[in-house]
């Protein structure tokens, strides 16, 4: 049986550089950044990662995106030739603390070897719970103090 690999989307799959132009007023703009999810970079390396991860794990991707906007995400995934076996959307830009434990429950239910999360909230969490977490560009939520 195949060990389980989580990875989040925004800042690990799809690079994040310009998720500042969807803040006004610390708030983010979910609307705005959902419509430009079409015309989103991914970032190589990641996407890379995956397909060399593909035979070994069973890859599982967990994202905090609207389930609104699901359609529109697995077109990305699929135009960007991003492998994965399970997607699985938390519904909530909004609630951070929802986010963190969902994302723990998430990865209690599929206890995998390793996840791969950007954000520094969900690094955290998730590290306290005990997982195993690489965080590939901290420098921006760094910068934005999430």
Known sequence: MKRNII?????????NSSHGDYV????????AFSKAIPFMNP??????????????FHIILVT????????????WLKK????????IFINSYVNDEYVVKYKIITANRFNPL??????????IGLRKAGY????????YYRLSGK
């Open 7 to 15: 990875f989040d989307i925004d800042g690990v799959i799809v690079d």
């Open 24 to 31: 006004i007023n610390n708030v983010f703009d979910n609307e």
């Open 43 to 56: 970032n190589d390396w990641a996407v890379s990662m995956l397909k060399s991860l593909k035979e070994d």
């Open 64 to 75: 905090a995106r609207e389930k609104q906007y699901k359609n529109i995400t697995l077109a």
């Open 80 to 87: 960007n030739n991003v492998f994965y076996n399970d997607i």
């Open 114 to 123: 390793f996840i791969v999360e950007d954000n520094k909230q969900n690094v």
């Open 132 to 139: 195993t977490v690489l965080q590939p560009n901290f420098i």
